[in-house]
């Protein structure tokens, strides 16, 4: 919200306060006047007063505190950066030509095994990945520990199977 109308707010509010004190005080003064028959000696009228002067010192607060949001109260301005529609919409496609530089610092196998998941589009299960490149479970379990090392890519168990994902 804008400060002003959070200061017009806080001053309803402290007005709200005042009519709730003028009756509760009405009351008060008329409950005593029944009762009390010390007449002005009485102690109640002291407590009145008291009770009086802190709740107008306190409307008295809230009203200052909206009057300052009114007229000192500066506005801030929120900026946010918004990526164009169309880089939203698009996915980001996963292909050879971003990894090249990542590719060139791979071992044969851990190239081999890279580009399976590249072509996959960065997502597969790691038993396909022992399916397409022919290698024996425990090698494919092997490499992806070193790629995993690096940060290349990050395996997620699904159920009884691996998700090898890679890392952007």
């Known amino acids: 919200m804008k400060n002003r109308v959070v200061g017009i707010l806080i001053i309803g509010i402290a007005l709200l306060i005042g009519f709730i004190v003028f009756s509760f005080n009405s009351a008060l003064t008329s409950i005593v006047n029944s009762t009390c028959s010390h007449g002005p000696t009485c102690p109640m009228w002291g407590t009145i007063d008291f009770q009086t002067n802190v709740s107008l010192g306190i409307m008295a607060f809230v009203i200052i505190i909206g009057l300052y949001l009114i007229f000192f109260g500066k506005e801030e301005r929120i900026v946010t950066r918004f990526k164009k529609v169309k880089e939203q919409i698009e996915p980001n496609y996963v292909t050879k030509g971003n990894y090249k530089k990542i590719l060139s610092s791979l071992s044969k196998d851990e190239k081999i095994?890279?580009?399976?998941?590249?072509?996959?589009?960065?997502?597969?299960?790691?038993s396909d990945l022992v399916d397409k490149t022919k290698f024996a479970k425990v090698k494919v379990s092997r490499i992806l520990d070193r790629l995993e090392g690096r940060g290349l890519i990050e395996r997620r168990r699904r159920g009884m199977a691996n998700v090898i994902i890679l890392k952007h």
Do not use: N, S, V
């Open 113 to 126: 095994l890279f580009e399976k998941i590249i072509d996959a589009q960065g997502t597969a299960f790691q």
